[in-house]
């Protein structure tokens, strides 16, 4: 009996021959449509580095079969007890050729492939990602297979006992913003990781990121000065404790010694005349009477008590009785204006202006009906060519959303069509995102190009912000050539809708170089795709990158509740193991990242033995093993109570 019969013995009466002829039809049509494509780009292929030439032919024949519908064809082939194709990426026409090969045994049909290069195995596949993931992020951890990234605050350049704690509580990776700090901070930063490599004995890789072109709100029109303070109290409206308030010379004005909660610069010859115990008298901002008691006078100012709530602005009158019982006056000296916001509501226009002038409010009469409409400028304003009436806006990380209603020379009109209830306020430096527009706006800013210098002597990898044509990525390697950097990993950043919609050329152009990879931003992507379709849209980028064998860093948020805050949420828990099917996970800064990242080594720890990529790992369940143990069958037919098993 050959093979053939045995598997139609097995599949038993139901057994249909006609229904395996047209399930071997089907996949043959998928299969051709895959040479085909690996056909027409296989001049392409052969310029790309050698490394990758065999993971670009696998990519060319996953993005074949995606362009097929092949769901109703995954049921049957698993009725069968074949492979349903749903975790080929790794080896895509291989999987495709072994399930044709046993169609065909099982019809008793004889076929024979076609393509002169035999495709690459499974293991093969897997082999490639391994050695690409660790030629740009690394050797694999020794208790985990996923790598740690950390982006670096600030401090981490004068602070060595924070990097070297990150890098003993495992991150493999240092992650250095370059829209912050300077080339002197990050030197500093990158000295501290190699001292701390050297003290705990592991390496750790160094990704650069370049700053790109920012598109953000400009800044507003300050307002005015004013401070407030309170005093505290409790549940009652009982005071506590009365507010503190540091008065100062306006001339030379010294900073509070202590905490304070008002600052006041004053004429320096009133000051002289307060000593402990003196009423100030003066009316606030809304002509609240209030008065503050001195309570302690130093050589340089003096602090004094207020225990109710005021406002004071610049220019506020305040009065005391000196010794001789004279009234004393002295107005608040100068006050640094507050940050000012632009209220918006749902329905209201907001103009973006293309002049780098400050923005300001809308105005309305005393009836509250409209004057003006609010305004703000924008960091980018060749963008206003490439908008058009109709496209969709979102202002502050996706908080506020808009369609735009006209665009002039100089100005674009926004309908607000989403804000919360209640409406929101717009600030200065908030990001802008056009997912439906194609800006023209180059992807490498001057200061990319002076950083890039920096960068190509002291990185691993380059992180390229706001890429999205292949163009981009040409031009990137060209001017890493220049600087002799070659051998750095550029690592793709996915963050706009036009970069994953490009995502497979991306990957074409950026295997030229010896080592690449992809970061998936969820942020911005989540604003540009829409949150409902960032789960949709991130597991694609999965797929595609497993299919030309380039290594993931799943980036953004994770974990973030705990690096801030040092309390992490049940969901972001769940999120972070997730990250168990990228290469990379990122956490970014905070004051609690130490330990974020102790409980992210804990997690994808964890996560190894039951997750690798998109398969489950069926590793011992301690659940089915307490059950076996404990479970006895019921003796002569009679349920034993006694032994009768429980729910896990």
């Given amino acids: 009996m050959n093979i053939g019969e045995q598997q139609q013995r097995a599949l038993g009466p139901n057994w249909d021959s006609a229904e395996l002829h ?102 093969e596949g897997c082999a490639l990602l391994e050695k690409h993931t660790e030629a740009l992020l690394g050797g694999v951890p020794s208790n985990r297979q996923v790598r740690i990234m950390v982006t670096m605050p600030s401090e981490a350049a004068h602070d060595y006992a924070l990097v070297h704690d990150l890098v003993e509580s495992g991150m493999n990776c240092m992650r250095i913003n370059c829209a912050h700090d300077d080339a002197a901070t990050w030197e500093r930063m990158i000295q501290n990781l190699r001292q701390a490599e050297a003290s705990v004995g592991r390496k750790c890789r160094i990704l650069m990121d370049l700053a790109g072109p920012k598109l953000r709100t400009g800044p507003i029109e300050p307002g005015i000065g004013v401070v407030r303070w309170r005093p505290q109290r409790d549940e009652f409206g009982r005071v506590l404790a009365p507010a503190r308030v540091w008065l100062t010379r306006e001339d030379r004005p010294v900073p509070p010694p202590s905490p304070a909660d008002a600052c006041l610069p004053v004429c320096g010859d009133w000051l002289t005349c307060l000593d402990s115990g003196r009423q100030i008298h003066f009316r606030d901002s809304r002509k609240a009477r209030r008065r503050l008691r001195v309570v302690d006078v130093t050589g340089t100012g003096c602090w004094a008590e207020c225990q109710r709530t005021a406002y004071v602005t610049m220019g506020t009158t305040l009065r005391v009785r000196d010794r001789d019982k004279a009234l004393k006056k002295s107005a608040v000296g100068y006050l640094p204006p507050r940050e000012q916001a632009i209220t918006l509501n749902l329905g209201d226009v907001l103009i973006l202006t293309k002049e780098p002038v400050p923005g300001r409010p809308a105005t309305r009469d005393s009836q509250g009906r409209l004057l003006t409409p ?100 040409v031009d990137l390697e060209e001017r890493l050539a220049a600087l002799g950097a070659s051998h750095l990993g550029i690592v793709l950043k996915i963050e706009t809708r036009q970069t994953f919609e490009n995502l497979p050329s991306l990957l074409l152009a950026s295997m030229t170089s010896p080592c690449d990879g992809v970061m998936i931003a969820r942020g911005d992507l989540a604003v540009e795709c829409g949150y409902e379709r960032l789960a949709e849209v991130q597991e694609q980028i999965l797929w595609i990158c497993e299919a030309a064998h380039v290594p993931v860093i799943w980036a953004t948020q994770v974990l973030e509740n705990l690096a801030k805050r040092g309390l992490p949420s049940r969901a972001e828990i769940t999120d972070a193991s997730l990250g168990q099917r990228a290469e990379c996970v990122m956490l970014n800064k905070g004051p609690h990242i130490i330990a974020a990242v102790r409980v992210l080594d804990s997690i994808l720890h964890r996560m190894a033995g039951h997750q690798s990529k998109k398969s489950s790992m069926l590793r011992p369940l301690k659940l089915a093993r307490c059950f076996t143990e404990t479970f006895h069958p019921p003796r002569s037919g009679v349920h034993d109570q006694r032994r009768s098993p429980r729910g896990d």
């Fill in 22 to 123: 047209e399930l071997i039809r089907e996949l043959l049509v998928v299969h051709a449509s895959m040479l085909a494509l690996e056909e027409r780009g296989a001049i392409r292929v052969e310029k790309l580095h050698p490394s990758y030439r065999k993971s670009a032919r696998n990519l060319l024949h996953y993005l074949a079969m995606r362009q097929h519908d092949i769901r109703a064809l995954q049921p049957r082939l698993a009725a069968l007890g074949l492979s349903s194709l749903g975790r080929a990426e790794a080896s895509v026409l291989g999987s495709v050729e072994a399930v044709l090969n046993c169609l065909h045994g099982m019809a008793n049909r004889t076929w024979t492939r076609l393509p002169p290069l035999a495709p690459i195995t499974f293991d």
């Fill in 374 to 473: 609010a305004r703000i400028s924008c960091t980018l304003p060749n963008v206003f060519a490439d908008v058009r009436p109709g496209e969709s806006i979102w202002l502050d990380d996706g908080k506020i959303g808009g369609v735009i209603s006209g665009v002039e020379a100089d100005e674009i009109y926004v309908r607000i069509t989403q804000i919360r209830t209640g409406g929101d306020k717009l600030r200065a430096d908030k990001g802008i995102n056009l997912p439906e527009s194609t800006l023209r706006v180059p992807s490498l800013t001057a200061k990319d190009q002076t950083d890039l210098q920096f960068i190509a002597s002291h990185a691993d990898m380059v992180g390229f912000s706001f890429v999205r044509m292949a163009e981009d990525v």
